[in-house]
């Protein structure tokens, strides 16, 4: 499985966007399909999660600001980020965990909130 994030970039604060992930497989062999982010000089964690079902997670720093959603026609996970704030800069990583709980990555978009 190859994912492909798009979508990062340079926005200020309380602005807007939006990432998307495509992956190269029919998201219906795809279990969760999710974004993480790394800050420098922290951990990799995670942002937000949604399952085949529809199901979300969303890490509490994000609630109320970010949307994730899923596209199984496009093979597409979006994340919607709203409200953004200095700290939400990062590297945004796209993630994805098949029925076998094997974990796939994509490439890092950048993420930078600045005035």
């Known amino acids: 499985v190859q994912l492909q994030a798009s979508g990062g970039g340079l926005v200020q604060p309380g602005g807007s966007l939006r990432l998307s992930c495509a992956a190269s497989v029919s998201t219906g062999s795809i279990n969760i399909m999710g974004w993480y982010r790394q800050a420098p000089g922290n951990q990799r964690e995670l942002v937000a999660q949604?399952?085949?079902?529809?199901?979300?997670k969303y890490a509490d720093s994000v609630k109320g600001r970010f949307t994730i959603s899923r596209d199984n026609a496009k093979n597409t996970v979006y994340l919607q980020m709203s409200s953004l704030k200095f700290e939400d800069t990062a590297v945004y990583y796209c993630?994805?965990?098949?029925?076998?709980?094997?974990?796939?990555w994509g490439q890092g978009t950048q993420v930078t909130v600045s005035s």
């Open positions: 949604i399952t085949s079902g529809g199901t979300t």
């Open positions: 993630h994805a965990r098949n029925w076998d709980a094997f974990n796939y």
